[in-house]
């Protein structure tokens, strides 16, 4: 099969902005071929939109960011915002220009997002904007807000995403639209992350990393064939398919041209032809894998309607009325977003339009466009006027375009089985060979593109294997219930019987005494017991929960201590046990110690603390700080884990977040931890 190298068209955001200042002013901002394009397609209502769509285009992108919804603390957050930092924002006046302070997004659900309008040497030079700054910088690192270009967070939202369901992003780094799916999802579904770049994945579990999610899966496919496996579900032998998909596919990305101005430079309609095959194949995978009566989202970061329209066109035609194109114009009141186009023209090299195969005279010449990029020739059953078009200038935002989907009918064997109520009985690679004929057809029709027309604008597609990964990973062995290490974890720590022990899994096989042990939701347990598990390559999963503590463990009873990253979602289950017997509250002044001293002696902390300390055993803690008087966004308690050795205690910190804590709370540096203590 004909395909793109993996990572050669990556999606255009959101990724960290390293661009100078002076970049964006020297970049030429126009190109007459991309404005002629425009213009043909009569995406505007006239010319003076047009006019003021194009002069958007030349003006910086606003910064946005959002507050994890999913935070108990989330409304204290954005009164700490409202209260803190944007009440001291009303008049910033800075060379002789006012800018207004960051403004909450009157769509986005809650009142949660917020968009940052003034320009990045503002945003570093100014008092009240840099320690602004700073404060986002800090609470990205924690989890508690996310930095993200405002219309990369419509597609998750329209998604309808409820908690406990099953949804797959198929194109997913790095992962801020993810990073919703998850808080949308909550602790008990199930959220699968693919991308067919390795390295991008590792970008996707690092971002993901921060929300300590136990339903979070990241894997490594290429998205047209991502592999089918059969589960058990209530007992029953079924095929694995989801609840809601995101397609935000690989484009060519003009949408972005606001943060990216490169794009002024590399714009050819050429990049839309060539990834045309490819978004058509992601899609019609996605449709095959969402269950009947589920939803599937298709997006774009670009305007072009061959990215766009006709690529929607194309799917429902293939699906054969499988696939309903819904209207969502009641949903997000207060975003604007404009009617999908239902009839485009296409530009050849020579910049000439066409709006059909009729146009092209030369057989040979007719090889070159697959029939689907063109418009089709009635739009009556298709309705691509329910797709959205979201434009820069009318809300100062970037471009967009999404398409929202629900399956009506049986397109695969799975769905046919889910209708009649039977069991998957049948060989699961003979039911993804039937599915594969139909995403395999789409390049059989159109083989020789990408056309030597547009041979010097985009790469070749080369012959890959459809399954794109080579790293080899760790197994994830899911962990018996009564394993000995488990066994004396729940009775040194406490916990609770309610806590499903049987939930934990191993990175490192299980004879290796230097473990991780992790801890994943009953979904992804599920998914891990599949007789297909091998077909399906996992990058990474579970939440660490407990860690060996390496050369320690002989002087303590327990050799493993709570990891920082699974603190919080193993909290609940300590404080059931009466006496709370390895949980410490401590106040601000036993945190201070904590963290600017490298192994604080017990005689160190308050008299409360000492005693506390003095009658536990050594071995893992968890403190439970009080931060109500601190400058924190949510008064809300700290969670951080302890070793409480023979003498003294040590907080189970990385340097660097350790340092960042220390000197955001008490504006002072940790002392370096002695040589001796390294070396031992």
Same mark, same amino acid.
């Given at each position: 099969?004909?395909?793109?190298?993996?990572?050669?068209?990556?999606?255009?955001?959101?990724?960290?902005?390293?661009?100078?200042?002076?970049?964006?002013?020297? /970049?030429?901002?126009?190109?007459?071929?991309?404005?002629?394009?425009?213009?043909?397609?009569?995406?505007?209502?006239?010319?003076?939109?047009?006019?003021?769509?194009?002069?958007?285009?030349?003006?910086?992108?606003?910064?946005?960011?959002?507050? /994890?919804?999913?935070?108990?603390?989330?409304?204290?957050?954005?009164?700490?915002?409202?209260?803190?930092?944007?009440?001291?924002?009303?008049?910033?006046?800075?060379?002789?220009?006012?800018?207004?302070? %960051?403004?909450?997004?009157?769509?986005?659900?809650?009142?949660?997002?917020?968009?940052?309008?003034?320009?990045? %040497?503002?945003?570093?030079?100014?008092?009240?904007?840099?320690?602004?700054?700073?404060?986002?910088?800090?609470?990205?690192?924690?989890?508690?807000?996310?930095?993200?270009?405002?219309?990369?967070?419509?597609?998750?939202?329209?998604?309808?995403?409820?908690?406990?369901?099953?949804?797959?992003?198929?194109?997913?780094?790095?992962?801020? !639209?993810?990073?919703?799916?998850?808080?949308?999802?909550?602790?008990?579904?199930?959220?699968?992350?693919?991308?067919?770049?390795?390295?991008?994945?590792?970008?996707?579990?690092?971002?993901?990393?921060?929300?300590?999610?136990?339903?979070?899966?990241?894997?490594?496919?290429?998205?047209?064939?991502? %592999?089918?496996?059969?589960?058990?579900?209530?007992?029953?032998?079924?095929?694995?398919?989801?609840?809601?998909?995101?397609?935000?596919?690989?484009?060519?990305?003009?949408?972005?041209?606001?943060?990216?101005?490169?794009?002024?430079?590399?714009?050819?309609?050429?990049?839309?032809?060539?990834?045309?095959?490819?978004?058509?194949?992601?899609?019609?995978?996605?449709?095959?894998?969402?269950?009947?009566?589920?939803?599937?989202?298709?997006?774009?970061?670009?305007?072009?309607?061959?990215?766009?329209?006709?690529?929607?066109?194309?799917?429902?035609?293939?699906?054969?009325?499988?696939?309903?194109?819904?209207?969502?114009?009641?949903?997000? %009141?207060?975003?604007?977003?404009?009617?999908?186009?239902?009839?485009?023209?296409?530009?050849?090299?020579?910049?000439?339009?066409?709006?059909?195969?009729?146009?092209?005279?030369?057989?040979?010449?007719?090889?070159?466009?697959?029939?689907?990029?063109?418009?089709?020739?009635?739009?009556?059953?298709?309705?691509?006027?329910?797709?959205?078009?979201?434009?820069?200038?009318?809300?100062?935002?970037?471009?967009?375009?999404?398409?929202?989907?629900?399956?009506?009918?049986?397109?695969?064997?799975?769905?046919?089985?889910?209708?009649?109520?039977?069991?998957?009985?049948?060989?699961?690679?003979?039911?993804?060979?039937?599915?594969?004929?139909?995403?395999?057809?789409?390049?059989?029709?159109?083989?020789? =593109?990408?056309?030597?027309?547009?041979?010097?604008?985009?790469?070749?597609?080369?012959?890959?294997?459809?399954?794109?990964?080579? !790293?080899?990973?760790?197994?994830?062995?899911?962990?018996?219930?009564?394993?000995?290490?488990?066994?004396?974890?729940?009775?040194?720590?406490?916990?609770?019987?309610?806590?499903?022990?049987?939930?934990?899994?191993?990175?490192?096989? =299980?004879?290796?005494?230097?473990?991780?042990?992790?801890?994943?939701?009953?979904?992804?347990?599920?998914?891990?017991?599949?007789?297909?598990?091998?077909?399906?390559?996992?990058?990474?999963?579970?939440?660490?929960?407990?860690?060996?503590?390496?050369?320690?463990?002989?002087?303590?009873?327990?050799?493993?201590?709570?990891?920082?990253?699974?603190?919080?979602?193993?909290?609940?289950?300590?404080?059931?046990?009466?006496?709370?017997?390895?949980?410490?509250?401590?106040?601000?002044?036993?945190?201070?110690?904590?963290?600017?001293?490298?192994?604080?002696? =017990?005689?160190?902390?308050?008299?409360?603390?000492?005693?506390?300390?003095?009658?536990?055993?050594?071995?893992?803690?968890?403190?439970?700080?009080?931060?109500?008087?601190?400058?924190?966004?949510?008064?809300?308690?700290?969670?951080?884990?302890?070793?409480?050795?023979?003498?003294?205690?040590?907080?189970?910190?990385? !340097?660097?977040? !350790?340092?960042?804590?220390?000197?955001?709370?008490?504006?002072?540096?940790?002392?370096?931890?002695?040589?001796?203590?390294?070396?031992?």
């Amino acid at each position: 099969m004909v395909f793109r190298k993996p990572g050669k068209w990556k999606k255009k955001g959101p990724k960290p902005d390293t661009r100078k200042d002076s970049d964006y002013k020297a /970049t030429p901002h126009d190109n007459a071929t991309m404005k002629k394009y425009y213009q043909a397609q009569h995406i505007m209502k006239d010319d003076h939109d047009f006019d003021t769509f194009y002069a958007t285009l030349k003006t910086p992108l606003p910064s946005t960011f959002r507050i /994890t919804g999913t935070k108990n603390n989330a409304s204290q957050i954005r009164q700490f915002i409202q209260d803190h930092h944007v009440a001291k924002m009303q008049n910033v006046i800075v060379d002789g220009v006012k800018y207004d302070p %960051p403004t909450p997004v009157s769509w986005y659900p809650h009142s949660l997002c917020y968009q940052i309008t003034c320009p990045r %040497p503002v945003l570093r030079n100014s008092p009240e904007y840099s320690h602004f700054q700073k404060f986002l910088v800090a609470e990205n690192e924690t989890g508690n807000i996310t930095r993200q270009e405002l219309v990369s967070m419509v597609p998750p939202l329209l998604m309808a995403i409820e908690p406990g369901q099953r949804v797959l992003d198929m194109c997913a780094a790095p992962g801020s !639209k993810t990073g919703q799916i998850v808080e949308a999802v909550g602790g008990s579904g199930l959220v699968v992350a693919n991308d067919a770049d390795y390295k991008r994945s590792q970008l996707l579990v690092h971002q993901l990393k921060r929300l300590q999610s136990p339903c979070f899966m990241a894997t490594n496919h290429d998205a047209a064939h991502f %592999p089918n496996l059969s589960i058990m579900d209530n007992g029953i032998k079924t095929p694995w398919q989801f609840d809601r998909v995101l397609c935000d596919v690989p484009c060519s990305g003009d949408g972005t041209v606001r943060k990216n101005p490169k794009v002024w430079n590399e714009w050819s309609q050429g990049a839309a032809i060539g990834l045309h095959t490819v978004q058509v194949q992601i899609f019609l995978r996605g449709a095959q894998l969402v269950k009947m009566g589920g939803r599937i989202v298709y997006s774009t970061c670009s305007f072009n309607p061959v990215e766009n329209e006709a690529v929607v066109a194309e799917v429902l035609r293939l699906s054969n009325g499988a696939l309903e194109l819904k209207d969502v114009s009641d949903q997000l %009141p207060g975003l604007i977003r404009r009617p999908g186009l239902t009839t485009w023209q296409v530009m050849t090299r020579e910049n000439q339009f066409i709006s059909s195969m009729d146009d092209i005279e030369n057989p040979r010449a007719r090889r070159k466009f697959p029939a689907s990029v063109f418009p089709p020739a009635s739009d009556n059953d298709l309705h691509l006027e329910k797709c959205l078009r979201i434009y820069p200038h009318d809300q100062n935002t970037g471009g967009f375009f999404v398409a929202v989907f629900e399956k009506v009918k049986p397109m695969t064997l799975a769905d046919r089985l889910s209708v009649e109520g039977g069991q998957a009985v049948v060989d699961v690679q003979r039911a993804e060979a039937e599915e594969e004929q139909l995403v395999d057809s789409v390049t059989a029709a159109i083989a020789n =593109l990408p056309s030597e027309e547009y041979a010097n604008e985009t790469e070749p597609a080369q012959p890959t294997s459809k399954d794109v990964y080579a !790293k080899k990973e760790a197994p994830f062995d899911l962990m018996a219930p009564d394993n000995p290490d488990l066994s004396e974890i729940k009775s040194f720590y406490g916990l609770d019987d309610s806590f499903p022990m049987d939930q934990f899994l191993l990175r490192s096989g =299980l004879d290796t005494k230097n473990r991780q042990i992790y801890h994943v939701s009953r979904a992804i347990q599920t998914v891990l017991k599949s007789p297909d598990i091998k077909r399906l390559h996992i990058v990474n999963t579970g939440v660490r929960l407990f860690s060996r503590q390496g050369s320690l463990a002989s002087t303590t009873e327990c050799a493993f201590r709570i990891s920082s990253e699974g603190a919080a979602l193993v909290q609940p289950y300590l404080q059931k046990q009466q006496g709370d017997r390895r949980v410490v509250s401590i106040g601000l002044d036993d945190l201070k110690v904590l963290l600017a001293h490298a192994f604080p002696r =017990l005689p160190d902390f308050t008299a409360t603390t000492q005693t506390t300390l003095t009658n536990l055993a050594p071995g893992g803690i968890l403190c439970v700080v009080d931060v109500s008087q601190a400058d924190l966004p949510a008064n809300t308690n700290m969670l951080l884990p302890v070793w409480r050795g023979k003498s003294s205690v040590n907080v189970l910190l990385n !340097k660097h977040d !350790k340092k960042s804590l220390c000197q955001r709370l008490f504006g002072i540096t940790p002392e370096p931890i002695p040589v001796k203590a390294v070396t031992e």
